[in-house]
T-cell receptor
Framework: GEDVEQSLFLSVREGDSSVINCTYT??????LYWYKQEPGAGLQLLTY?????DMKQDQRLTVLLNKKDKHLSLRIADTQTGDSAIYFC???????????FGAGTRLAVHP | DAMVIQNPRYQVTQFGKPVTLSCSQT?????MYWYQQKSSQAPKLLFH???????NEADTPDNFQSRRPNTSFCFLDIRSPGLGDAAMYLC??????????????FGPGTRLLVL
């Protein structure tokens, strides 16, 4: 089946940039997503990128997509303590007609 | 604001006692999903409704059922909760709009505790 992988943990200093990486296997992806989950909360849609795009920027967030390597990244500029959360990469699998989630990357922001 | 609402936010039930979780949406989306999320794991899709068409995931236990009486509401019924069913249950919707029809919007979740 289709698979999405991401590193489990990232620690950054407040004010630095964070880069969370994700790889996927689906060749028929249409949209790829980044969701944020704070403790005890639901998933918040942060941003998404259509598969025919290479980059998308939205305020402090920059998404880069390398279709050849099936690699997606999320860069958060000027990381703040409020950015501490779990970030899920997800791929809409056309073959399975559902979202395939990575295991989530826990971002810890320290002073 | 258009949104996905889940009630209650916390639910405590007894082992074997049926429980119902509810989800409503004001997005007028035609697809509604139920996910189970256990601690430190990704959400796991249980089933979804495409309009009135029910689509069950192959590995969803029979203990889990769902109802969608109208576009706005969807319910998750757990017929005989076991200790292993304690989890966060997330409702999501998708439909026409920004991000395409596949983009899912999640509610805040209901955390279920089974005693």
């Amino acid at each position: 089946g289709e698979d999405v992988e991401q590193s489990l943990f990232l620690s950054v200093r407040e004010g630095d940039s964070s880069v969370i990486n994700c790889t996927y296997t689906d060749s028929s992806s249409t949209y790829l997503y980044w969701y944020k989950q704070e403790p005890g909360a639901g998933l918040q849609l942060l941003t998404y990128i259509f598969s025919n795009m290479d980059m998308k920027q939205d305020q402090r967030l920059t998404v880069l997509l390398n279709k050849k390597d099936k690699h997606l990244s999320l860069r958060i500029a000027d990381t703040q303590t409020g950015d501490s959360a779990i970030y899920f990469c997800a791929d809409f699998s056309g073959g399975y007609n559902k979202l395939i989630f990575g295991a989530g990357t826990r971002l810890a922001v320290h002073p | 604001d258009a949104m996905v609402i889940q009630n209650p936010r916390y639910q405590v039930t007894q082992f074997g006692k049926p429980v119902t979780l509810s989800c409503s949406q004001t997005l007028n989306h035609n697809v509604m999903y139920w996910y189970q999320q256990k601690s430190s794991q990704a959400p796991k899709l249980l089933f979804h409704y495409y309009d009135k068409d029910f689509n069950n995931e192959a590995d969803t236990p029979d203990n889990f059922q769902s109802r969608r009486p109208n576009t706005s509401f969807c319910f998750l019924d757990i017929r005989s909760p076991g200790l292993g069913d304690a989890a966060m249950y997330l409702c999501a919707t998708s439909g026409l709009g920004a991000g395409g029809p596949e983009t899912q919007y999640f509610g805040p979740g209901t955390r279920l505790l089974v005693l």
